[in-house]
């Protein structure tokens, strides 16, 4: 996928997406209550993007926002994340890419927590080639911990991973966490676009 290639949508339109997929996210994803994260953090809210991403609309929006995003910028080969929580996001980047003809080469992959004892004993499956030059999806990203460990799975692969984008970054230190590493990452909201 070349650089700023293909048809770039407008402002307005990537704007009024950005709207539609946040108000479906409060709708069906949000919840004001305390839980404890998985870094053991408590938070006063829940985010269940799931939700979100099992809807067709939901689904679409994302798909559509975040190869909206990949257009502009480094240009990458692939697009993958951890199982099995990118598998939705992932399939959704596909599914808008197949119906940009600048995006249609893109390829999808993820990234298995441990390698397979069976078969070929693959840790990264689809479609991934060490060399090629990819980004990594998220739904909600917190510490990052997830997507951090695929980074380091596709980098030691063979692969190069030139971005890292997500649908939430709820604002509790994912984006120093990969700055650390290298690789800004590219929300699409942010704690501030949450009534927290």
Do not use: W
Not at 19 to 28: G, N, P, R, T
Not at 79 to 93: I, K, W
Not at 106 to 125: D, P, S, T, Y
């Amino acid at each position: 996928m070349a650089e700023q290639a293909g048809s770039i949508r407008t402002e307005a339109a990537r704007a009024r997406d950005r709207q539609a997929l946040l108000d479906l996210i409060l709708e069906v994803s949000f919840e004001r209550r305390e839980i404890t994260l998985t870094s053991g953090r408590k938070s006063n809210f829940y985010l269940d993007l799931r939700q979100t991403l099992m809807r067709p609309r939901g689904v679409a929006l994302a798909g559509r926002l975040i190869l909206d995003r990949l257009q502009t910028g480094p240009a990458v080969e692939a697009v993958g994340g951890m199982a099995v929580g990118a598998v939705p996001l992932v399939s959704a980047v596909l599914a808008a890419a197949a119906q940009e003809p600048a995006a249609t080469g893109l390829l999808g992959f993820f990234v298995r927590k441990e390698k397979k004892a069976h078969g070929l004993g693959r840790q990264i499956e689809g479609g991934f080639k060490p060399g090629q030059v990819v980004a990594l999806v998220e739904d909600t990203t917190t510490t990052g911990g997830s997507t951090l460990d695929a980074l380091s799975i596709v980098e030691a692969e063979g692969g190069k991973v030139a971005r890292v984008l997500c649908l939430v970054d709820r604002g509790e230190g994912a984006a120093e966490a990969f700055a650390a590493r290298g690789v800004r990452l590219e929300p699409i909201f942010g704690r501030g676009d949450l009534p927290v």
